[in-house]
């Protein structure tokens, strides 16, 4: 069973920072794309950014050069340093993969940025 779990969410104050951890199981997270997605209350999801199998990455212009995309294929890890975060980016935070033609997303980590 392909799942992902996502984790290092919290609360944090304007300015500050926080890794996001992707971590899957039942798939080498390798040869797989890997998206960030965020939903804030009362909006729809939004492409925050993506890692392709090959590692090169790229991130939606209202974040770009505040969060990066990595990966760590020993611990089938993908992750989302966000930086410099601001009260906008208050969301949960999901990561997604096509399966064989199918979406799978995680149950997602929250992000409130608040002071």
């Known amino acids: 069973q392909v799942q992902l779990v996502e984790s290092g969410g919290g609360l944090v104050q304007p300015g500050g920072s926080l890794r996001l951890s992707c971590a899957a199981s039942?798939?080498?997270?390798?040869?797989?794309?890997v998206s960030w997605y965020r939903q804030a209350p009362g909006k729809q999801r939004e492409l925050v950014g993506s890692i392709r199998s090959v590692a090169s990455s790229n991130a939606a212009d209202s974040v770009q050069g505040r969060f990066t995309i990595s990966r760590d294929n020993v611990k089938n890890t993908v992750y989302l340093q966000v930086n410099s975060l601001k009260a906008e980016d208050t969301a949960v935070y999901y990561c997604?993969?096509?399966?064989?033609?199918?979406?799978?997303w995680g149950q997602g980590t929250q992000v409130t940025v608040s002071s």
């Open positions: 997604n993969i096509a399966y064989r033609g199918a979406a799978v």
């Open positions: 039942g798939i080498n997270i390798r040869l797989y794309g």
